[in-house]
């Protein structure tokens, strides 16, 4: 890939691997990657661990995986508008906030996607829930399309792209251009563990998506997995293999 635009893709997968090794340091500022958020809050890097050891259950793997999801609802909502409402407390009148009447709709990308689906349902309950189904072809590693259901109205709405697992972002790519098909228009793409080359392969395709990761890990390896990563995220959830 390096020889077709001089460097340039290489270039960008390294600048995103050093953005987690330098943003602790002073000079990381000016290194910072537009659209990529990490998720550092103590909490999710504590579960995040837990979920990446081998010897984690399937039902803990269940729950952790929710939990994270949950917990990133409040760096992935963070921006969403409000306005004021009078509201009468049993002392006085006052002016409070209540979200911007803005519609949400969460889609999870089958099938691991939907291990994230009841975490973020527990804080965003009105959300609509539409379904991508996708899976990685293991010899070419490009997705196959095999499912797609989503809100009538899909274009009005705040859409979170739902898929643990970010590894060449060939999944990730084709899910957001499904949707955007289908009318789908402010599109974030939610993830648990994302590998450099998946964050620039959904950069490049869709300058436009904001991706959120709990974590930044380093490459992939030569089947495709994420190093360190945490294994098939769909077997250990589903406990299939
Ligand atoms: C996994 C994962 C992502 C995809 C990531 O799904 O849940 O959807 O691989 O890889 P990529 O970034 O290289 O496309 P998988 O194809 O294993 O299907 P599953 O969720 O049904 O297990
Ligand atoms: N899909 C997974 O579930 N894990 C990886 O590491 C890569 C793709």
Redesign the pocket.
């Known amino acids: 890939e390096t020889n077709f635009d001089g460097g340039r893709h290489s270039r960008r997968v390294e600048k995103i691997r050093n953005y987690e090794k330098c943003k602790r340091t002073e000079y990381c500022t000016n290194k910072k990657v537009e659209r990529l958020n990490i998720v550092e809050h103590p909490l999710v890097k504590h579960k995040v661990s837990i979920i990446r050891d081998k010897n984690t259950t399937v039902k803990e793997f269940r729950e952790l995986v929710q939990e994270i999801a949950g917990l990133m609802v409040y760096e992935i909502t963070r921006n969403l508008p409000l306005e004021e409402v009078k509201v009468e407390t049993p002392i006085t009148e006052t002016v409070a906030y209540s979200l911007a009447g803005k519609k949400m709709a969460i889609v999870p990308i089958l099938r ?1 996607g939907l291990g994230m689906v009841d975490g973020i349902l527990q804080l965003i309950p009105n959300a609509k829930v539409g379904h991508v189904g996708l899976y ?1 072809d293991p010899e070419t590693l490009e997705p196959v399309e095999y499912y797609c259901k989503l809100p009538g109205d899909i274009g009005e709405r705040d859409i979170f792209i739902l898929d ?2 970010l ?1 060449t972002g060939g999944s990730a790519a084709a899910a957001i251009e499904l949707v955007k098909r289908k009318g789908g228009k402010k599109i974030t793409l939610v993830c648990l563990i994302a590998a450099p080359e998946g964050v620039e392969k959904v950069h490049s395709q869709h300058p436009d998506v904001d991706i959120y990761t709990a974590a930044l890990d380093d490459h992939l390896n030569d089947h ?3 190093v360190p ?6 077997d250990r959830l589903f406990g299939t293999r």
């Open positions: 691991a990685r643990p697992m590894a495709g997995y994420i990563g945490l294994g098939d995220a769909g």
